[in-house]
């Protein structure tokens, strides 16, 4: 079994939840931190840092916002080698446990950062890819963070070409 294929069956065990994705359909993905105390601003620096670090190779990254204690992501997964879309697990192990290794590095702790769990759901229209692109740039102008989305330091939008 390589290590992609158990990577996705233990994932799948501690779920057991069924796991949809189709090919080429954008995913709105929002995942916590393990408790509720705010990431700092240079956390969450490198919490985006990681989130932008895989696109364009194992996903096409359409927007992230790193919130004091949550993520919101809208991403497409691309292909592997072998034509396969690259499992949203394996898309998620590598964001939450690169950036849970460089958070605790930079505040010197270890331990979990991150829940196990996650919540993602596969866009079904272009309507509701705007919905969910304009949900997540919103995100923290609900939070009363700032008035504005373009002036949230951890928000970020592809440009479209």
């Known amino acids: 079994m390589s290590e992609t294929s158990a990577l996705v069956h233990k994932y799948a065990y501690r779920r057991r939840l069924p796991h949809y994705q189709k090919a080429e359909r954008a995913l709105f993905v929002t995942f916590r931190k393990l408790n509720r105390e705010p990431l700092a601003a240079d956390a969450r620096d490198l919490v985006l840092q990681h989130c932008r670090h895989d696109d364009g190779k194992r996903y096409f990254l359409h927007t992230v916002v790193v919130m004091p204690d949550h993520v919101h992501m809208l991403l497409t997964p691309t292909c592997d080698p072998e034509g396969w879309p690259y499992s949203l697990p394996v ?14 590095r930079l505040l010197g702790i270890s331990g979990p950062v991150w829940q196990d769990e996650s919540f993602d759901h596969v866009l079904r229209s272009d309507e509701s890819f705007g919905e969910k692109l304009e949900y997540i740039r919103q995100n923290p102008v609900r939070a009363g963070l700032v008035v504005r989305p373009e002036d949230y330091r951890w928000l970020w939008v592809a440009e479209i070409k």
């Open 91 to 104: 898309i998620l192990k590598l964001i939450k446990g690169m950036s849970a290794r460089s958070v605790n």
